[in-house]
């Protein structure tokens, strides 16, 4: 009963004194990712190349609205089969725009993915590094509201020392 009584005894005394030596760190990974003068090259360099296909896609557009056009204006004139052959001509130039928009769009994912790879590689990084140095057990991502509330007294806001990190 009296060893019982003082593992009780202890633990109660315990737990407050781990618990203020364990301290998680928070911060929002997107402003973190945001301040990176990485990001920003690399957000530029998705630009350019979206700017490259949406322009493709533009004169693709162009080019099938300029026949389509012409098409309704000749159509009655005609003969069933010339008539026949340039609709399945515009058909067949709608499905490649179609696939092309598809590709593309598949294209700058991929793109994307791997233009931000050395970002968050080097963000991932700094974030291990600033829980190391401040002998964090972990550090959370509020974005999105994933984590209302942090006692402050066992989480320390840590977007400023992992930017300081990345410069």
């Known amino acids: 009963m009296k060893k019982s009584l003082f593992i009780i005894l202890f633990s109660f005394i315990m737990l407050p004194i781990c618990a203020q030596q364990m301290k998680i760190g928070y911060f929002s990974y997107d402003a973190v990712l945001k301040a990176m003068p990485d990001y920003s090259t690399a957000t530029n360099n998705l630009n350019n190349l979206r700017k490259q296909y949406d322009a493709e896609m533009e004169t693709a557009q162009k080019e099938f609205n300029e026949k389509y056009e012409n098409f309704l204006e000749n159509q ?13 001509e515009l058909q067949s130039m709608l499905e490649r725009n179609v696939a092309f928009k598809q ?23 700094a974030i291990k590094a600033v829980g190391s140095e401040k002998d964090l057990i972990a550090i959370l991502n509020t974005d999105n509201n994933a984590c209302p509330y942090i006692n402050p007294v066992i989480g320390e806001d840590v977007t400023s020392s992992i930017i300081d990190r990345l410069k």
């Open 76 to 88: 009655s004139g005609m003969a069933s089969a010339i008539r026949e052959k340039r609709q399945s």
């Open 103 to 125: 590709e593309s769009d598949r294209l700058l994912a991929k793109a994307e993915e791997e233009i931000m790879a050395p970002v968050r590689n080097k963000l991932n990084a």
